[in-house]
């Protein structure tokens, strides 16, 4: 079977972000990944989730990108953001320093 794999997650968080613009680190290349991270779209519900789509060239390993991203969104709590991230067969060690180098561009809101 060939082709890329859509994969998608939602995790509660408790954290919310101040205004940003788009967070993109990391670059689609072998082996490697780009994480993009968005405020929720306009118009989406307002809730406590943080949504997350896959795209992959590394097909089957859906229960491994639950763990890494289960992960990281338990260190960080994020909510009301949109990560997208493209991989072409990253390690999750390369995902986990990528979602961390997009998270270290975010502040907390004010409360």
């Known amino acids: 079977m060939t082709g890329m794999e859509?994969?998608?997650?939602e995790f509660t968080g408790t954290r919310?972000?101040?205004a940003f613009a788009p967070v993109l680190v990391g670059v689609v290349g072998s082996?490697?990944?780009?994480?993009?991270v968005e405020p929720a779209?306009?118009?989406?519900?307002?809730d406590g989730l943080c949504r997350y789509r896959v795209e992959t060239s590394a097909r089957g390993f859906g229960a491994i990108w639950?763990?890494?991203?289960?992960?990281f969104?338990?260190?960080?709590?994020?909510k009301g953001l949109s990560v997208s991230i493209n991989d072409m067969g990253a390690t999750p060690?390369?995902?986990s320093l990528r979602l961390d180098q997009a998270a270290a561009g975010l502040k907390e809101a004010a409360p």
Do not use: I, K, T
């Not at 859509?6 to 997650?9: I, P, V």
């Not at 639950?66 to 992960?71: C, S, T």
């Not at 969104?73 to 994020?78: I, K, V, Y």
């Open 6 to 9: 859509s994969l998608h997650y």
């Open 16 to 18: 919310r972000v101040a």
């Open 31 to 36: 082996g490697n990944l780009e994480v993009l």
């Open 41 to 46: 779209a306009p118009g989406a519900p307002v």
């Open 66 to 71: 639950e763990a890494v991203l289960r992960d």
């Open 73 to 78: 969104q338990e260190r960080h709590r994020f």
């Open 93 to 95: 060690a390369v995902v």
